[in-house]
C-alpha cells in the first residue's frame, strides 16, 4: 500500500522524539511524547478521515463516479467539518475505537458525508454547490471556495443547525458573529420576532454578560494568504498558535493541486490527514449502519516542514457556545494580534466601507449541476489508475 514506507518514517520520527520533553498538539490538545504517544496516535486515528472514492453514483446523474485526482480539497473540507460536528454533539475528548459500538450521534454524522447525493455534505452535494461559486464538477477546490461551499451547505442541514462564517479581507467581525449566532429560542411566543434591541454592538462586546439567548453552535473558518509564493517566516509561530486554541478544528492548505488536513505540530512539523489513497464507496448497511473502518486512519500520520505549506489556507475553528467564542476573541488578541505583521484581524464593529452584513439565508437551487460536465472525454479520465493525481506543474 502507498503508506507503508510513510508510515514507518512517522513512528521512527516519533521515536526520535521520545526522550525529549517535546509536545505535540493536535486540534487544541497537547500530548507530551515521551509519556503519551499511545494516546496521540489514537487521538489522531479519531479523527473521520476522508480520502477519493470511487464507484459512486455519477455526480449530477452523467457526471464522475470517482473524485480521484480532483477532490482532495473536498475531502478535507469534509474532515474539517466532521471534526466540528464531534465536538458539537460528542465533545473534543471522544475517543474512537475499532469495532466498539459508537454513539448514535456518530453514526449520524458519518451518514451525512457519504458518497450519496442525498447525504448533506456528500462529495455530490459539494460539487455541485462548486458551481454557484464558479468551479465546474471535477475542478480542483482552493481553500476558499471550499469554505463558501460548506456555509452554503449548512444552510439545509437542520439536524446540526450550524452558523458558518467565513471571513473577508482576513479580517473577522465580532459584531457579525454575534448577529449571526445569537437566535431566540423557538417557543410559540417568540418565533418569529427579532432579536431585542439590547443586542448591540456595545453589549456584544461585554462577551457573556451580553443578552444572547441562544447561541447557533459556530464554524469560523479564516482563509488567508500568508506570503506570495511561499509562507513568510514571520507568519509560522501565530499559525502554530492556533492549533492551540481549545476551538481548533487545524487548517486546509497543502500545495498547489495538492490539499491536506493540518491537524496538529511538533517542532516545525506540521501533522496532517492525507485524503489521496483512493477506495471503494461505502454505502449504509441493511441496519441503517456504516462500517466506518475505513474512515479512520489507522497509519500514523503524516508530516511535512511547515515552511514548504503552500500560502494558501484556510484555519477552522468550532464555538459551541457563545463563551467558547469570546475565549477565542482573548486568545485571538493575546496570541495573533501582538505580532507586527498580523496573520488576520479581529475587529468589534462592521467595517464602514463594506457592504453591509446579512447573515446567509438557504438559497434556491435550481441546478443539478450535471450540465457543466463540458464532455464524455472529461468523464474518461476518472477511471484511470485509481491513485491518479493532479500534479502541479
Not at 476558499?144 to 462564517?165: C, I, M, P
Request: hydrophobic content about 35%.
Amino acid at each position: 500500500m502507498e503508506y507503508e514506507n510513510q508510515i514507518t518514517i512517522f513512528t521512527d520520527y516519533l521515536e526520535e522524539y521520545s526522550d525529549t520533553d517535546e509536545l505535540v498538539w493536535i486540534l487544541g490538545k497537547q500530548h507530551l511524547l515521551k509519556t503519551e504517544k499511545s494516546k496521540l496516535l489514537s487521538d489522531i486515528s479519531a479523527r473521520l478521515w476522508f480520502t477519493y472514492r470511487r464507484k459512486f453514483s455519477p455526480i449530477g446523474g452523467t457526471g464522475p463516479s470517482s473524485d480521484a485526482g480532483w477532490g482532495c480539497m473536498l475531502r478535507c473540507g469534509q474532515m474539517m467539518l466532521a471534526q466540528a460536528l464531534i465536538c458539537r454533539h460528542l465533545g473534543r475528548d471522544w475517543n474512537w475505537e475499532k469495532q466498539k459500538e459508537q454513539p448514535k450521534e456518530y453514526q449520524r454524522i458519518l451518514q451525512c458525508f457519504l458518497d450519496r447525493k442525498d447525504c448533506c455534505y456528500s462529495i455530490h452535494q459539494m460539487a455541485q454547490m462548486g458551481v454557484g461559486e464558479g468551479k465546474s464538477i471535477g475542478e480542483w477546490f482552493g481553500p476558499n471556495t471550499v469554505a463558501q461551499v460548506l456555509k452554503k451547505l449548512a444552510l439545509f442541514d437542520e439536524w446540526n443547525s450550524l452558523a458558518v462564517y467565513v471571513s473577508m479581507d482576513n479580517t473577522v467581525v465580532i459584531e457579525d458573529i454575534k448577529k449571526m449566532c445569537c437566535v431566540l429560542p423557538l417557543s410559540a411566543d417568540t418565533a418569529g420576532e427579532s432579536p431585542p434591541d439590547s443586542l448591540t454592538a456595545s453589549s456584544q462586546s461585554k462577551g457573556t454578560s451580553a443578552y444572547c439567548p441562544a447561541w447557533k453552535p459556530l464554524l469560523l473558518i479564516v482563509p488567508l494568504r500568508l506570503g506570495i509564493n511561499q509562507i513568510n517566516p514571520v507568519y509560522v509561530g501565530a499559525f502554530k498558535e492556533c492549533f492551540k486554541m481549545p476551538q481548533s478544528l487545524g487548517a486546509l492548505g497543502g500545495k498547489p493541486n495538492n490539499a491536506y488536513y493540518f491537524i496538529g505540530f511538533l517542532g516545525n512539523e506540521l501533522i496532517f490527514l492525507d485524503p489521496h489513497t483512493t477506495q471503494t464507496f461505502v454505502d449504509t448497511e441493511e441496519n441503517g449502519m456504516v462500517d466506518d473502518q475505513t474512515f479512520h486512519c489507522l497509519q500514523s500520520p503524516q508530516r511535512m516542514n511547515i515552511l514548504n505549506l503552500d500560502p494558501s489556507v484556510a484555519l477552522g475553528f468550532f464555538c459551541k457556545e457563545e463563551k467558547d467564542f469570546d475565549n477565542w476573541c482573548s486568545l485571538v488578541q493575546k496570541e495573533i494580534l501582538k505580532e507586527n505583521l498580523r496573520m488576520f484581524e479581529l475587529v468589534q464593529k462592521h467595517p464602514s466601507h463594506w457592504p453591509p452584513f446579512v447573515p446567509p439565508t438557504k438559497p434556491e437551487v435550481t441546478t443539478t449541476g450535471a450540465e457543466f460536465i463540458d464532455s464524455t472525454e472529461q468523464l474518461e479520465e476518472f477511471d484511470l489508475e485509481e491513485d491518479f493525481e493532479i500534479l502541479s506543474v
